[in-house]
């Protein structure tokens, strides 16, 4: 009984520091999972591992099939355009009802600043991981520990459907900048024209991952 009730509390929070390595993207999509290296890797029990597969599997992160093993989710793009639509719903809402001097704009500002030097560097998947931190941290503007927490989910679903471009450079290298537009808005008192052009922005991120499913999906 003991041993079950440590493996359901440590559970969870072994599912956030996988959900963690899928918005970092260290998986990808269709990546089998194995056990063994997980658990050594997070020092934990098959057992409490197991049980984070199954919560994650039950978000649609991860798949079970049978006599095979756990895979990381493949998104659809019926899944894409989902995350889109909800990302449009929070991010947008959030930034335009957002103060130019909360503090997530400063977290905004360091995953900017992050993501230039790792551009300069060439290291895209850097890259990607800022321009997640710094989406979240738009999201971090609505001062709502539940709309954070939701999102982390869609952050997760969200960088697989990355994962599905063979260049990140592509998908990446022109929102460094419109990152920094969006950001400068806001911190210069026009968070609505911020929200206007984060609206244009997801449009335009959306059509490149949709595009990038087609070519995978031909």
């Not at 440590?6 to 993207?25: N, V, Y």
């Not at 400068?184 to 026009?190: F, I, M, Y």
Request: net charge negative.
């Amino acid at each position: 009984m003991a041993e079950a009730d440590t493996t359901a509390a440590l559970a969870p929070r072994l599912a956030e520091e996988i959900r963690d390595k899928l918005i970092r993207g260290e998986l990808k999509p269709g990546q089998r999972l194995s056990e063994a290296a997980l658990s050594a890797d997070l020092d934990v029990s098959r057992n409490s591992l197991r049980e984070a597969f199954r919560l994650l599997t039950k978000e649609g992160l991860l798949r079970h099939e049978p006599n095979r093993g756990v895979f990381v989710a493949t998104p659809s793009m019926a899944s894409i355009i989902d995350i889109y639509r909800v990302r449009r719903m929070i991010e947008c809402r959030a930034l335009a009802d957002a103060y130019p001097n909360h503090p997530a704009a400063m977290r905004m500002r360091a995953a900017v600043d992050r993501a230039r030097i790792a551009r300069q560097a060439g290291d895209w998947g850097t890259v990607g991981s800022e321009n997640m931190k710094f989406h979240s941290a738009i999201v971090e503007l609505a001062d709502s520990s539940r709309l954070s927490a939701f999102y982390a989910q869609i952050a997760a679903e969200l960088r697989l459907s990355f994962g599905l471009l063979d260049d990140p450079e592509l998908l990446h290298a022109p929102y460094v900048e419109l990152n920094a537009s969006i950001l400068d808005l806001l911190e210069t008192g026009h968070p609505k024209e911020a929200a206007a052009a984060l609206e244009a922005y997801l449009a335009q991120s959306e059509r490149t991952v949709l595009a990038a499913f087609s070519r995978m999906a031909t």
